[in-house]
């Protein structure tokens, strides 16, 4: 459904029966639920910490030396679709320390593609960062992170 018809048939929704959709949507999908609560409570927190569980899971050496980083990027651009920047910042670069982690215990011998989805996801978090003025609040993890990267030719 595009966005135009959804729009038109929320319009001819009476409020209980949005508020009955919103209620439903609570209940049924998780990403709505998460949502929902950042929404209603402007607390993060809880969001962070179970998103970044997730992405340390997915960047973690499994026992067959297999990670899922592919897996916590498209969860990154998930919670990206959610607009909340703060959270989103936060999830970018967690993903790029747990990366550097990976590659700082096991070696720098890695794909192209892993590399070049590192960039991106630090150039991501970097430019929503100057964008809402958070140099300051996010200076020592930038600097934290550029000073193991640029071991490995990464954040400059």
Not at 18 to 31: C, E, F, G, R, T
Not at 60 to 82: C, N, P, S, V
């Amino acid at each position: 459904m595009s966005f135009a018809k959804l729009k038109k048939e929320l319009k001819s929704m009476s409020k209980e029966q949005i508020a009955n959709l919103v209620l439903d949507m609570y209940q049924k999908v998780p990403k709505a639920k998460d949502f929902l609560e950042a929404f209603a409570t402007y607390d993060i927190q809880n969001l962070v910490e179970k998103y970044k569980k997730e992405i340390k899971r997915y960047c973690t050496l499994t026992y067959d030396f297999q990670i899922k980083d592919t897996e916590a990027r498209k969860l990154i651009r998930e919670i990206r679709k959610m607009k909340i920047d703060e959270l989103t910042v936060q999830l970018e670069l967690y993903y790029c320390v747990c990366c550097i982690k990976l590659i700082d215990e096991y070696g720098s011998n890695i794909s192209d593609n892993f590399c070049n989805a590192l960039d991106k996801m630090f150039e991501s978090a970097m430019t929503t960062i100057k964008q809402n003025g958070w140099e300051s609040d996010y200076a020592d993890e930038i600097n934290d992170l550029q000073s193991i990267g640029s071991n490995y030719g990464f954040f400059y």
